[in-house]
């Protein structure tokens, strides 16, 4: 988060990251719990979000710790949080059967942008004016800060689904997994999956990963794509009001979980 960040600040538990420029984007502006919440209650850990995030009209938090997140599950849903369980999944097996991996291809910012701001307008949260826009053009903070890249599958020449890739060192990161409704069905989610996970291998990733709501059906593709479950956190996120909108894979103004190499 470091490198995606214009600011940090140091809490009791952890660190609150913010991107002055992109203040929507919730991945963009929260904190994060690495360490443990010792005695602090929920009331205790809402005041200091408060207190870091006062002026942002969201508050999300993530905790490591799966069991300080169920600690203050109950208190942080009184103050109006909603709850994601958040798997986290790494390649440790073959896919059940191989994918197409010369139909996905690496695409550029430029191309990708176009379909990003497509994918979100999507959303229910994406009709808002600006807001596509701004989650397309945060790419460039990925690229920039991370060296995020893109891999993508093109149906009739139009793109139809994408994913993104992280790397730093031997960790990599597979991110933000989209398909676009009408090409759903033709295996595009696995293909570009796999040929992301291609990739940070020759790029010397020992450790390939990525995030799954533990509740929602991605998380039966990943496994059987190889991936197993390593870990569990918890994400606590508090909208603004009126727009509390079902959370799956890119939903809401995050599109992005703790990047590896942040």
Known sequence: MQR????EQALPWGTAYFHDGFPLRYDANLAIAQR???????????ATLDGAYDGFRHRELEVVSAADGDAIAMGMAQHGYAIEHLLVMALRRD?????????AEEAGLGEMQPFIETVTRREPWGVEPGIAEMMAAYRQVLVDGIGARFFAQRVDGTLGGSCELYVEGDIAQIEDVNTLEEFRGRGIARNVVLRAADEARKAGATLIFLFADAEDWPRHLYGRLGFDEIGRSRLFTRWPEGQAPARG?????????SPAAG
Request: net charge negative.
């Open 95 to 103: 896919a059940d059967r191989e994918s197409g991996l010369n139909v």
């Open 249 to 257: 894979d890119g939903a809401a103004m995050t599109d992005g979980k």
């Open 4 to 7: 995606t960040s214009t600011r």
């Open 36 to 46: 443990p919440l010792g005695s602090s209650t929920a009331d205790d850990v809402v």
